[in-house]
């Protein structure tokens, strides 16, 4: 499904649970819809035959764009946009867990491992930033690629952002995971900063709570997509 009522950053939704159905955040932007209701072996893993579902729908579509990928349980879909990256970058990851799991299941992607996936098989990533991670939870010891914010990798590459609403107090919003403490505010001034400093390759954002019809988080969703709307 694609909507051409304002041209200007595309906006791509991956309904995985047609929590997005229920929101109206993108209806006046340039939007792709892509119905994933039916890719089976996709909810928190991602085994081979959803791989190859999802790569092959989202193939012709822009890295350079902001996704909504639905729920925490689908983050894992960061790592098929950066795999079309091919210069150096750097991911920022706004999450309240860091998702760098050892895999449970050899060559299955999930949403609590797709970080560390990342991290060991894309060339081009030269650092991970951190924002909001819980301080009870350990990073990787990597000094030369893991930051936690306000750490600043260098060099200024360019970034790919990767948003997990999770990061945020469940009185902002609620999520289907245990959740930070930032307020909205809080967030959108640290990616100013950020996007003040280097070329954003593209963003993505999820954090859906598909049980829970709450309009705060399409408020949410919409002020995000505001954010990065000149990218």
């Known amino acids: 499904m694609v909507n051409e009522k304002r041209m200007g950053t595309s906006v791509i939704i991956m309904d995985f649970t047609k929590v997005y159905r229920n929101q109206g955040f993108y209806l006046k932007s340039s939007y792709h819809l892509i119905d994933c209701t039916d890719i089976q072996g996709s909810d928190c893993y991602c085994d081979h035959d959803a791989t190859e579902t999802i790569c092959n729908r989202i193939a012709d579509l822009p890295v350079k764009a902001v996704h909504f990928i639905d729920s925490g349980n689908h983050h894992y879909i960061t ?23 050892p895999a449970l299941f050899d060559d299955i992607l999930s949403c609590g491992g797709w970080v560390r996936t990342v991290l060991d098989t894309n060339p081009f990533l030269k650092a991970v930033l951190f924002i909001g991670v819980a301080n009870e939870y350990e990073l990787p010891f990597d000094k030369y690629r893991i930051f936690r914010y306000p750490e600043k990798p260098s060099p200024k590459l360019p970034v790919y952002i990767s948003i997990d609403k999770d990061v945020l107090s469940p009185e902002v919003v609620p999520t289907n995971w245990d959740q930070g403490t930032m307020t909205c505010d809080q967030l959108q001034r640290i990616f100013k900063e950020i996007m003040a400093r280097h ?26 997509l505001k954010l990065f709307s000149g990218i």
């Open 199 to 224: 070329q954003v390759l593209g963003v993505d954002i999820c954090g859906e709570y598909p049980t829970c019809i709450d309009n705060r988080s399409n408020s949410i969703n919409n002020r995000l």
């Open 79 to 101: 790592k098929f946009w950066t795999d079309r990256i091919h210069e150096e970058f750097i991911l920022v990851v706004a999450d309240h867990h860091p998702d760098t799991q």
